[in-house]
């Protein structure tokens, strides 16, 4: 089953890079070995590899370790890392960090919010720290913008 | 005497202050991801990337290289007192070394391992010494014809040897493939895979890439295994002075460890992995008492250490010499090149002499480095893997979006590096190998330059490739590698039917 769906899914993303291709603009004297050569190439490839995985998944020659699988602590990695990339603009690097460190933490079984919490702090205040101070980079303060 | 000569020079460079002290904090911070589960070179060296940006390119090089021997010492300690791999060169190294730890001997193994990487390390960085200028001879004679062919072998053979099955590398070269061509056309200004995001049109860049496949993805695969969460570190017992018996176990597997590893680094193989198995099979079969092998033969330690040593040392030189990447941690490191605007292969030997000559003798140097800090202080380091991995995987990610974001300041790359993480996620679960796809990453660009740069000056004709002997050569090898493993599955298939019947 799962096989089935991976196949269709490579073949679905060789359509779209085909497609992409389909729809350049190519001006006449690049035409013969121009951009698009290389798109359709790789375009064929993946729906051959999604074809033949899906013909496996079919004839169940295509095998995958039976594992169990803690689908709920991915989602907890995932959601950590959506609300990261939508809190780091408005709340600055250190909240963010810290609300992902501590999703993280959760999601791998971990229980002792205290300790977790300390070292998000500490962790993130001094990566904030190092990289602004000692490397010059910027990083979005946020809510902290003065207080460091 | 030329390469003689050279080294010397490189020595004078690797041995001022500032470069000692580069290659020492690239063997430490070798050693350290080393021992850590769920980190590696190839992340490592991704994640410095945007911060070594203002550095001078031959310490920072300096640091890397050594960054990677360190990660193949370090990779054994977790091996033998943890059953995990710390890298996926050690993989092979857990099944004696843990043994041997189990049965009080963890001190003998981890010193065997230390011992036999630095004598496999250093024997590896002369012949890179002196090989790798005579790849240099041989890259002259190498067209745009030739380098397509070179990289068209390169992708057949780590698709076809990593992983759990042909179709599945194949199918992880093509992401690979797939994500570089997104961005603006080099040549033509032609937008690619863009679907009209501004940010797009820069491409994807290999760091995203590579982290979202090594950091995130890994991530999320390690919180989906419950089974994996809990591991037994073994304490060190013993002494880390071998007895006699076990230095005259020892030394011939180092030997024979080494003259597989480099090889098979030094070929389009992808790397350590490959050459520590053969060598793990090579001591089994040798052994005067093969049934003590799977309950801590030292022998089963010994050579897959030095294996995997001495082929980090055979990847440089493919690398250096032709540019061409063997291995996910080289692919990174051609990035890195890239980054400082060095073109690696022949002209690099010639342009940047002092550079290279000066990273090989920093190898030297940090291997002594590495055995210091690996045999007395094995003890210290072990402290390490007591980092309870709720805490190490936040860390982690913590930085592994920090590394990303400060590439370009951009929200965007975060966005990218989910989808990347998803996918490394789904490659990860369904077992596709990664390195394909990071090879396929960074050489796809590459080929495909070469490939029209030949059309170009063959006026459109296809036969160039065909025509050129050293090209057809090489695309013949590469056809080869693709049909053996399918001739023989489908072989393989037809007899266990017959079996079955």
Not at chain 2, 493 to 499: E, G, L, P, V
Request: hydrophobic letters at 55%; aromatic letters at 10%; one cysteine or more.
């Amino acid at each position: 089953m799962a096989g089935l769906l991976i196949g269709l899914g490579l073949i679905a993303i060789a359509a779209v890079i085909a497609m992409d291709a389909m729809n350049m603009r190519v001006p006449p004297v690049h035409a013969k070995v121009g951009p698009r050569v290389f798109p359709y190439l790789v375009s064929c490839g993946l729906a051959l590899s999604g074809a033949a995985i899906a013909w496996q998944a079919w004839s169940r020659s295509f095998l995958v370790e039976a594992q169990d699988t803690d689908w709920g602590a991915v989602a907890v990695v995932a959601a950590g890392l959506v609300l990261q990339i939508n809190l780091l603009k408005p709340l600055g690097f250190v909240p963010a960090a810290i609300i992902l460190f501590m999703a993280v933490t959760f999601a791998f079984g971990s229980r002792r919010f205290l300790r977790d919490g300390i070292v998000a702090i500490i962790l993130a205040v001094v990566t904030y720290l190092a990289f602004t101070r000692l490397l010059g980079l910027q990083l979005p303060p946020g809510i902290l913008k003065g207080v460091f | 005497m030329e390469a003689f000569s050279s080294l010397m020079d490189g020595f004078a460079t690797a041995l001022t202050p500032i470069n000692l002290m580069w290659s020492l904090v690239g063997v430490t911070l070798g050693t350290l991801i080393g021992i850590l589960p769920g980190i590696g070179p190839a992340l490592t060296i991704a994640l410095l990337l945007p911060v070594t940006r203002t550095l001078d390119p031959t310490g920072a090089f300096i640091m890397f290289a050594g960054l990677y021997y360190g990660a193949m010492y370090g990779s054994s300690t977790t091996s033998i007192l943890l059953n995990t791999p710390g890298e996926s060169g050690s993989i092979i190294t857990a099944l004696e070394g843990n043994q041997m730890a189990r049965r009080g001997r963890g001190a003998a193994a981890l010193a065997t391992a230390a011992i036999g990487s630095f004598v496999a390390g250093t024997i590896g960085t002369l012949l890179l010494s002196f090989l790798a200028p005579v790849f240099v001879k041989l890259a002259i004679m190498f067209g745009p014809a030739e380098y397509f062919a070179l990289m068209v072998l390169a992708f057949a053979t780590v698709s076809t040897l990593l992983g759990a099955s042909m179709v599945r590398g194949i199918t992880s070269l093509m992401i690979g493939l797939a994500f570089g061509l997104a961005g603006t056309d080099i040549l033509t200004g032609q937008p690619r895979l863009v679907f009209g995001i501004p940010s797009m049109l820069r491409g994807i860049d290999t760091v995203v890439v590579a982290v979202g496949l090594f950091a995130v993805g890994e991530a999320l695969y390690m919180a989906s295994r419950r089974d994996l969460r809990e591991a037994v570190i073994l304490p060190i017992r013993g002494s880390l002075f071998m007895t006699r018996e076990e230095w005259s176990r020892s030394w011939k597997p180092w030997l024979r460890g080494t003259f597989l590893g480099f090889p098979f680094g030094a070929l389009p193989a992808g790397g350590t992995e490959i050459p520590t198995f053969l060598s793990y099979y090579v001591e089994k079969k040798l052994s005067k008492n093969p049934r003590e092998f799977g309950q801590g033969a030292i022998e089963g330690v010994a050579g897959p250490e030095a294996a995997n040593n001495a082929a980090v040392a055979g990847v440089l030189v493919p690398l250096l010499a032709l540019g061409l990447p063997t291995s996910a941690t080289a692919a990174i490191l051609l990035a890195a090149f890239e980054q400082y605007n060095i073109q690696p292969g022949p002209q690099l030997f010639s342009a940047s002499g002092s550079l290279v000559w000066g990273l090989i003798a920093s190898l030297y140097i940090g291997n002594v480095m590495l055995l210091i800090l690996n045999l007395p202080l094995a003890g210290l380091w072990v402290r390490l893997l007591s980092i309870p991995q709720p805490l190490l995987y936040g860390g982690i990610l913590v930085f592994s979006t920090l590394g990303v974001y400060s590439l370009s300041n951009s929200v965007f790359d975060l966005v990218l590096l989910f989808v990347v993480g998803i996918i490394g996620f789904l490659m990860r679960r369904y077992d596709f190998p990664v390195a394909p796809a990071i090879i396929g990453l960074i050489l796809g660009p590459m080929a495909e330059a070469q490939f029209r740069r030949a059309l170009t000056i063959s006026q459109g004709d296809p036969s160039v490739f065909v025509t050129h002997p050293l090209s057809l050569g090489l695309l013949l090898v590469a056809l080869l590698v693709l049909a053996v493993p399918a001739v023989f599955s489908v072989v393989r298939a037809a007899a266990a039917r017959k079996a079955a019947l």
